[in-house]
């Protein structure tokens, strides 16, 4: 029974998937024999499926929590084990990653930008299809948040991000899960080494104030640090849309997708840092 309402379920977002990257021109054909035989690359019902019960559940948990009169974060010992194991997890994942994209790459003689898919390069196809399925399980970072209370966190650009890099890099492991990808995603993944590091230290730290500042001063540098990786990945955009056998749509989605990011974050790193240093400077002026 379960099979046919899911089998029903897969020819509708199938045909709306498909239908769709055909009128946007997206060349999602042909298949990669690298990774079509590998769960959640043939159809993109899994992912889909995943991002509408993360949207849903993101959607909901943020309204009731919301209409609550309790504010207050909350983060009990095993909640907070829990994010201590996730955050290790992740950093040892992404330093897997980084280190085996770049590796393969410089098995097969890759130069920075302008690296064509090569369909007999099956290590670096995993790695790829790895990296596309971390950013499912980093669902679970938004999830976290809303065990937590902490509803500042589940900001747009946390949720616009997170909901749309997974179809981006679905894409990326069906249709060519090498050549240039292999830049993007050994990238993102050193940023991440250091982002969850960074989440790790704050879990491990609390509340106490003294280690915060001793330990994490450098956040503001990780936000430097993620809006320099996104304009290096514009420019790779650029470059590969012009002179790079790699699939022409997808480096055009990337350079599109990431002005969207780098605006979003732009507007972030101000408002925290920026703006926020301005407005303690005039507080203290007045006193």
Not at 48 to 71: D, F, H, K, M
Not at 76 to 84: E, F, G, Q
Not at 205 to 212: T, V
Request: charged letters at 15%; proline letters at 3%; one cysteine or more.
């Amino acid at each position: 029974m379960l099979r046919h309402y899911w089998k029903a379920w897969d020819s509708i977002i199938s045909k709306v998937v498909f239908s769709c990257a055909d009128w946007l021109g997206w060349e999602l054909d042909p298949l990669s024999p690298t990774t079509s035989h590998l769960p959640a690359i043939t159809s993109p019902t899994p992912l889909i499926t995943s991002l509408l019960v993360y949207l849903v559940t993101v959607v909901v948990s943020y309204r009731v929590l919301s209409a609550t009169t309790n504010t207050k974060i909350w983060d009990p010992t095993w909640l907070k084990a829990s994010v201590i194991c996730h955050n290790a997890f992740l950093i040892l994942l992404s330093l897997y990653m980084c280190i085996g994209c770049i590796v393969e790459a410089y098995k097969s003689g890759y130069k920075l930008w302008g690296n064509k898919f090569n369909v007999n390069e099956k290590q670096l196809a995993f790695y790829i299809y790895l990296f596309y399925v971390s950013k499912i399980y980093e669902f679970v970072d938004t999830f976290i948040m809303l065990l937590k209370r902490n509803l500042r966190q589940v900001s747009f650009l946390h949720v616009y991000h997170h909901s749309t890099i997974s179809f981006i890099w679905w894409m990326i492991a069906r249709r060519a899960p090498g050549g240039d990808a292999y830049f993007s995603a050994a990238l993102n993944s050193w940023v991440h080494v250091c982002m969850y590091t960074y989440y790790l230290l704050s879990a491990l730290i609390g509340k106490n104030n003294d280690k915060r500042v001793k330990y994490l001063w450098w956040g503001r540098h990780l936000t430097q640090m993620q809006m320099l990786q996104f304009l290096c990945n514009l420019l790779q955009a650029v470059y590969c849309a012009y002179f790079s056998e790699y699939p022409k749509f997808l480096s055009k989605i990337l350079l599109f997708y990431m002005i969207s990011l780098l605006a979003l974050f732009g507007h972030f790193y101000y408002s925290k840092h920026i703006a926020t240093a301005k407005l303690r400077k005039k507080h203290t002026k007045k006193a």
